[in-house]
């Protein structure tokens, strides 16, 4: 691991340009984590560009360089350095791909068991709780100046991937990682605000009406909800308002597995995300089974077929993997 810190440490300090991707549909450790090598790179007085096809969630906008995060341009552009960060594959940062003209070096820090190591430079610690973590690992082992506004987004990035420090990946590592960055001068208070406390309300519209036909299956052991198309446009809701509604599912008692199906704006597409509490049933390979994939606690995929198609499909692969694990 340290020999991949030394590696992209010493190309950071070598070369000029850079471009800094993550995934769409970015959550908290993708923004929190890409802005990170951002700032770090404008520190060093570095041309730096970062792209996303979809906005910012307009919860992270406090988040320092936010502002930086632009669409792919439409005309392709060369870098000395692309890197990618907690993409799983190279198709998850979208039409980016296609805009690049050029590059160098081509490095992918990931956290997701399922990458697929697409670059030159593979740095993938599945035991990392956040990419945001192995960020904050590259700027330590790197001699890099670790700012209060890096710390920030680090923190954003490992506060949301570990459910607030609450998940099984909440390793004494990550908690020594995180006293460090509070120790910046960072106010977690505030940050916490800024994320879990300054919800639209349209998504909690969106959530009443999820919440009113959740189902409880496989004798109560797995719990799911549909968020519909129809449900986006009576709440008012927005796509990225969904990162973390799931956890209503999966907070109920007696609950192992919980799934959230999104109806997406692609007819015939239907989004999947999957979060398992105990440590035999691994969504992971259920996502895997359907063309995605993720952590062992936490995953997701894309299915074809009409809602009516997919439910089933999805519910008994679940039961098969409860069955499977002897529980
Ligand atoms: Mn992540």
Known sequence: MNDFSQQIAQIIRQEKSFLILTHYRPDGDAIGSQLALVLLLRDLGKTVEAWNDDDVPAKFHFLPGAKIITRPPATPKAFDVVISIDASNWQRVGTAADKIAGKKHFINIDHHVSNDKFAEINWIVPESPASGQIAFDLIKRGGFKLTPAIAQCLFAAISTDTGSFMFANTTAECLRVAAELVETGINVGELSRHIYESYPYARLRMLQMALADLKLTDNKR??????????????????????????????????IVAILFEETEEAGKVRISLRSKHPKVDVNSIARHFGGGGHKEAAGARLTGTTKEVEPRVLAAVTAALHHAGI
């Open 222 to 255: 797995t719990a799911y909800f549909w968020l519909t198309k129809d449900m986006f446009t009576n709440s008012g809701a927005k796509r990225e308002d969904t990162e973390g509604l799931i956890d209503y599912a999966r907070a109920i008692e007696g609950v």
